[in-house]
């Protein structure tokens, strides 16, 4: 089972960018469909993006298609969110999550392992 540890988030301005990481330890990365969720304080964690064990396939939430790029190195275990254009309502936990088939999904109860999160906030 991998374990997962985000980093990259921070503050920025609103049109900023910023890009997370999300590293995996474990030798069976490369077999996960990977995705990235968000807490917003007093919200639900809602669906982001997610990738394929591959990274031919990809699934953008319509809040963040056209600005946010997932993407992943299976030599470097790792999986990434480019977050371009941000916005205040971008101001959330980020979380890394994994689950344990190749196909990706986007509901969070598919996902068998989570990272800790990493902080973003977009100044206005």
């Known amino acids: 089972q991998v374990q997962l540890v985000e980093s990259g988030g921070g503050l920025v301005q609103t049109g900023g960018s910023l890009r997370l990481s999300c590293a995996a330890s474990g030798r069976t990365f490369s077999s996960y469909a990977m995705g990235w969720f968000r807490q917003a304080p007093g919200k639900e964690r809602a669906f982001v993006a997610t990738?394929?064990?591959?990274?031919?396939?990809?699934y953008y939430a319509d809040s963040v298609k056209g600005r946010f790029t997932i993407s992943r190195d299976n030599a470097l275990n790792t999986v990434y969110l480019q977050m371009n254009s941000l916005k205040p309502e971008d101001t959330a936990l980020y979380y890394c999550?994994?689950?344990?088939?190749?196909?990706?999904?986007?509901?969070?109860?598919?996902?068998?392992?989570w990272g800790r999160g990493t902080q973003v906030t977009v100044s206005s």
């Open positions: 999550a994994a689950r344990s088939m190749s196909g990706s999904a986007v509901a969070d109860s598919e996902y068998t392992t």
């Open positions: 990738i394929n064990w591959s990274g031919a396939y990809t």
